[in-house]
Structure formats: structure tokens, C-alpha cells
């Protein structure tokens, strides 16, 4: 890990990570955006995209509103890019997006307590905001956004440290990488198409799912 940029690397989980609800809101915790600005600071952006595309697929069934519980692929497909990049993507794709998709869901869950600091701090401070006291609700805003960015930034650094550890592995402990990206390959796709299918709703819109598929499986094929 000490080639690679680890301070830039947190700094960009931090960013993603907030990006997926509390500010900014411009995507940039999408997996390919995110995987992508991830490998340009690493200096291998075909990785970054590459990772990053596959962890979409899985990240497209996702929808952060409300109060439904979901993955936070942010930090996630950071560290997942910081630990394929500079590979063979055969090899590397398969153990680089399941430790993304691992730590997206550790992310789902500091979703949760994050929520939970948030209730607590709105029950607390309750009775002020019913007598209108000023400030008091700038103040749980701000609270909000400082627990957010810590659970963003902790996210961050553990999946960088948990790439740290993974890269002193010998190198016969990644000899199933292979068969790891055929199966994440093949889960992103079912997972997308899982998805699709579920909010395609009436015939028509399956109709034009049905072509959208067929014209991509003909592409493929063409090539």
C-alpha cells in the first residue's frame, strides 16, 4: 500500500460516502464513477472502470430512499479498485468485487447505526424545536453531517486496511481469482436483470426490456 496514494484514496471514500445521501447528491457514489476517479488517482483507470462497471450491475437494484436498508457501494468500490489495480483483470475482477460487495454491505449496516444517532439526537432535542428554540435545528443538521462524515471516512480507511492485509497474501491465495470473476460476472448480470424485471411493471415496458436485452446479446455477439 505505500505506492499507493492512501490519503487521496480516504479522502475519495469520504467524499462518495456522503455524496450517497446527506450532500452533494451528484452520483459520485456510483460504483463506475466512484471505481473510475478511484483508478485515475491510482494511475490505472481501466481498472477503476473495469471494477467499478461490474459493482454497478449489482448497485443499480439500489434505491437510497426513505428508510430502506441498502449497500453503500461508495468506499467499498474504492477499496475494491485499490486492490485489483495494476493486475490481470481475469484474475484480479473476481476477489476485487467481492470484497466491494463484503464491505457494501458493511456499509448498508453503519447506515443503520448512523440513522440511529440521528433519531437519538432528534428525540433528545425534541422538546426545544416544539418551543421553536433558534439553532436547534442547525444543530442536529450539523450533527447529521459530522456523523455521516466519520461513518464515511471509517468506512474508507477499513477497507483501504483491509486491502493492506489482502496484499500480503501469497500470491497461490488469489489462484481461484478466476473463478471468482466468472461468478461475480454472472451475479451482476443476474442481479440486473433481477432488478429490471422487478420494476419493468406492465407488459410493454417488459416488452422493451425484452428487446433492450436481445439488442445487447446481439451486440455481443457481433463483435
Not at 122 to 146: E, I, M, N, T, Y
Amino acid at each position: 500500500m505505500s505506492e499507493l496514494p492512501v490519503l487521496a484514496l480516504i479522502i475519495w471514500g469520504t467524499i462518495v460516502g456522503l455524496d450517497l445521501a446527506s450532500v452533494l447528491q451528484g452520483l459520485l457514489s456510483r460504483p463506475l464513477v466512484a471505481g473510475g476517479i478511484a483508478g485515475w488517482i491510482i494511475g490505472d483507470p481501466v481498472a477503476g472502470l473495469t471494477i467499478g462497471g461490474t459493482l454497478e450491475l449489482f448497485a443499480l437494484d439500489v434505491l437510497p430512499v426513505g428508510s430502506a436498508r441498502y449497500p453503500d457501494y461508495g468506499a467499498a468500490t474504492v477499496a475494491a479498485v485499490a486492490l485489483g489495480a495494476w493486475q490481470a483483470w481475469p484474475s484480479a475482477l473476481g476477489p476485487s468485487v467481492l470484497l466491494g460487495l463484503v464491505l457494501g454491505q458493511l456499509g448498508g449496516w453503519a447506515i443503520v447505526a448512523h440513522r440511529r444517532v440521528n433519531a437519538k439526537a432528534l428525540a433528545s432535542l425534541a422538546p426545544r424545536l416544539d418551543r421553536g428554540d433558534p439553532g436547534v435545528a442547525a444543530r442536529l443538521h450539523l450533527l447529521g453531517l459530522s456523523s455521516d462524515l466519520a461513518r464515511s471516512a471509517t468506512l474508507a480507511v477499513l477497507g483501504l486496511g483491509a486491502v493492506g492485509l489482502l496484499l500480503r497474501l501469497p500470491p497461490v491465495a488469489l489462484a481461484t481469482g478466476h473463478v471468482l470473476t466468472l461468478i461475480v460476472v454472472a451475479g451482476g448480470f443476474v442481479a440486473l436483470v433481477g432488478g429490471a424485471l422487478r420494476r419493468a411493471g406492465t407488459a410493454r415496458r417488459m416488452l422493451w426490456l425484452a428487446g433492450g436485452l436481445g439488442l445487447g446479446l446481439l451486440s455481443l455477439g457481433l463483435r
